[in-house]
């Protein structure tokens, strides 16, 4: 991998603003000169693409090119593209947006690298960033209201009924445990007076010995024995 050190001087360009046609040019013919092995290949390949993923960026960087007298760095900017309804606070950090070591997908091929369009690309993107998020979390919170809105009107109307039902549920537990009511043992009842006529006692009268019925309940016992019945 000795062949690798004709690469060396790339590490110089971490960041190149030239024309895309120039960088192209001078890695083939870096490449035609150096005859880079198959490992090699790889390595730079790799090399290359990682540069396409770019760090975040604190807020306070200061731009290469200033937006104005008051637009200085990296928060200024977003500040200025904010909209005035927007009102929570900024990240720490900026993502920038991608771009490779040799960035093929501008227009300009044959011109410098735009750097303070590259920054501008960046603010712009964490403003859309910002403010997708923020209207997000705005419906999120008109729905919640509206849910508990109608939850409260809901509620409002069903709590007479249901005020009832709990009440007539009491009654009906509490008609199943009470006890019942027992008359009272020293409540004087109404005494019935006796109309019925006690039959005084007829009087004896003398039978014969020998007769045809014999009445047997003068001695206890209630059987009345007749004689003259026929079989």
């Known amino acids: 991998m000795w062949c690798t050190r004709w690469f060396l001087p790339l590490i110089l ?3 190149p603003t030239a024309p895309p046609i120039f960088l192209l040019l001078f890695l083939f013919t870096l490449t035609m000169h150096a005859k880079p092995c198959f490992y090699c290949i790889i390595l730079l390949a790799t090399l290359f693409l990682s540069t396409c993923y770019w760090t975040p960026i604190p807020l306070d960087s200061p731009l290469s090119v200033p937006w104005g007298e008051n637009i ?16 929570k606070s900024l990240p720490a950090v900026i993502q920038p947006a991608d771009r490779c070591w040799c960035d093929l997908s501008t227009a300009s091929f044959f011109e410098s690298f735009n750097t303070s369009q590259w920054e ?5 993107k964490l403003r859309n960033s910002l403010e997708r998020q923020d209207k997000i ?3 999120i919170k008109q729905l ?8 409260d009107t809901q509620a409002a109307v069903l709590a007479p009924a249901a005020r009832a039902n709990a009440t007539s549920v009491v009654k009906r537990i509490w008609s199943l445990l009470r006890p019942k009511s027992l008359p009272n043992p020293f409540h004087s009842l109404p005494v019935e007076s006796d109309t ?5 006692p007829a009087p004896a009268v003398d039978l014969p010995l020998l007769r045809r019925e014999y009445d047997l309940s003068r001695f206890g016992v209630g059987l009345v024995v007749d004689f003259g019945s026929s079989a």
Not at 72 to 87: C, E, I, M, R, V
Not at 120 to 124: K, W
Request: proline content about 5%; glycine content about 2%; charged content about 25%.
């Open 13 to 15: 360009l971490p960041l």
């Open 137 to 139: 979390e705005e419906k």
């Open 144 to 151: 919640s209201e509206s849910h508990l809105a109608e939850n």
């Open 120 to 124: 501008r690309l960046s603010v712009e």
């Open 72 to 87: 200085t760095t990296f928060g200024d900017a977003l500040n200025s593209t904010l909209s005035p309804s927007y009102s």
């Open 196 to 200: 019925r006529n006690i039959s005084e």
